[in-house]
């Protein structure tokens, strides 16, 4: 087991997604080297401790020598210094990704700045959970979910191939898609619920009649969902809004639009496009169920924990 | 074990509630009899198929007779016509309770038309799941969970304590609140977010550009979430929406000022403004999980599934 796709692997930001891409290739029985590193000497020194890494850099230049796979899994802001850092240091014919939730803006960032002798290929994994950082990785996080990966007409097929064989050892499906429609279709399935995620939980929290510990205690499903949404990590969806702005605002627009039409539909007690409107969308929790991306067991709140 | 509350249980209405009331009342050990009704032939076919009743009437008024615990599980839009039904059928000194959504329009339509010698205690047990029905229903559905009783001022303490104890020996926590402070904490905590999600699910079915089987196949955490709520019975949400009107619009304007308040903040650039938003609603979230009302467990969209 464990075709031999890469030689070395490093891996630039040591969160969530990137520790849990180490602990996959381990468990699929890659032998590369995985050299990772991360700005912050804090995560840098755990992954040290947890060792997924056979070695940490220092810097993201020093890291990226002679590896032949580059993994940029860093927030979408931070990519434009990291490709310029890591440019003169690539090696010849080495596959550069990464995993941003945007892909526009990550390819205006990185592109330009590195070497026409790499192969950049996109991606994003979609795939994460609410906890950041190198001790949130787990080898299981890709299975069965999809990594878009945005080629473009000029990259190598081959080169290619290899990184889509590479995100299937880590138990991912692959597809491609071109940067504008992916960054429309996560604005809708991603970016926009993030957002109005957040903005419900901060309005709670903002209530003065209803104090945090009651909003706390009774929080019932809706709510409590909404707050897991609400606890990503704060930097990489700062980045997210703010290089996916015109995706994300057009369907906020749409969004607006939907909820005041609704809203209005309860002020004047019109109880039949209330339901005609619940009723459609249970169409699409079914399609999800039977395309194998959640389960249809019942959620209540407490997975994993006996009562 | 199993103290001997009530002698017979009149299960008015027999979804994912009732049923659900019934498991837990004979994993309590309780003896009584549970009597069941629902208007629709099919539901009362299914609860005899089941057995969890040991007796389905044909309707309430005959499943209340000689009850003395009748709990209207049915959706809010059903109650008075269940209570004008029922009224001259009631045990002089029998309790009847609810387990609806909101409580001040469910007082409004119950109350006027019951005798002045029933105890009526209305209640809402903050437990659910997307699935609706009497095959939905289990034992474990209330434990852990909130039951907020509305009591008023004339309420016999006797009675209250004692359909106290019968919910805590269902597994909930029971909590006393005023029916004007229930439905605002509840719009906020479930009934805005439920709208919100509907809406967000609706947006994504019209969206022409993203195909249906693309917001399906890449659905990701965030939207797969809202589907999974926007999944809930429709019938008992039209109703919520349109009985609790006042509270709803109210923090849906909240919800929205808000949301108009962020998505100036993108198009800004203002990513200050996002970040900090972002990392003020963690706190609400590390407070549910220390609450006890959810788990830590990160949630990738497939408990209880190999892959």
Redesign the interface.
């Known amino acids: 087991m464990g075709e031999q796709l890469y030689q070395r692997v490093a891996l630039i930001g040591l969160g969530l997604i990137a520790s849990s891409m180490a602990h996959a290739m381990r468990r699929a029985g890659m032998t590369c080297e995985i050299v990772g590193t991360a700005r912050s000497a804090e995560t840098r020194a755990t992954a040290e401790e947890l060792g997924f890494c056979d070695r940490v850099a220092a810097t993201a230049a020093e890291a990226v020598k002679d590896a032949d796979l580059v993994v940029l899994a860093i927030p979408v ?1 931070a990519m434009e210094a990291i490709a310029k850092e890591i440019a003169s240091n690539l090696t010849p014919g080495a596959t550069v990704t990464d995993v941003g939730s945007v892909k526009k803006a990550v390819i205006e960032a990185v592109a330009p700045h590195l070497p026409k002798d790499v192969h950049f290929i996109p991606g994003h994994p ?6 950041s950082g190198p001790r ?1 990785g ?1 080898a ?2 890709f ?4 990594n ?1 990966l945005v080629p473009d007409e000029k990259t190598d097929p081959g080169a290619l191939e290899r990184l889509t064989r590479y995100w299937q050892a880590l ?1 991912a499906n692959v597809d491609t898609m071109d940067p504008d ?1 992916h960054d ?3 604005a ?20 003065r ?2 104090t ?21 990590d ?2 990489m ?3 997210v ?2 290089t996916n ?1 015109d995706a ?2 057009e ?2 627009g ?3 639009e ?2 005041f039409a ?2 209005r539909a ?2 004047t ?1 019109n ?1 039949e496009q ?2 005609d ?12 169920i039977e ?1 194998g ?3 249809d ?9 006996k ?1």
Chains 1, 2 share one sequence.
């Not at 979609?126 to 906890?131: D, P, R, V």
């Not at 995620?197 to 901060?202: L, P």
């Not at 409107?277 to 999800?288: C, D, K, L, S």
């Open positions: 802001g979609l795939a994460g959970t609410e906890h949130a787990f299981e996080l299975d069965n979910r999809w878009i138990g429609h429309l279709v996560l809708v399935t991603s970016h926009a619920p993030h957002l109005i995620a957040y903005t419900m939980v901060g309005v709670a929290d903002d209530l009649r209803v945090d510990s009651e909003v706390i205690k009774y929080s019932a499903a809706g709510f409590r969902d909404f707050t897991r949404i609400a606890a990503s704060p930097i969806w700062r980045d809004f703010l702005k994300t605002l369907i906020l749409r969004f607006t939907e909820l609704l809203q309860i002020r007690g109880g209330l339901f409107y619940f009723t459609r969308t249970r169409a699409i929790r079914r399609g999800i395309a991306q959640d389960t067991a019942p959620d209540f709140g407490r997975q994993g924990k009562s």
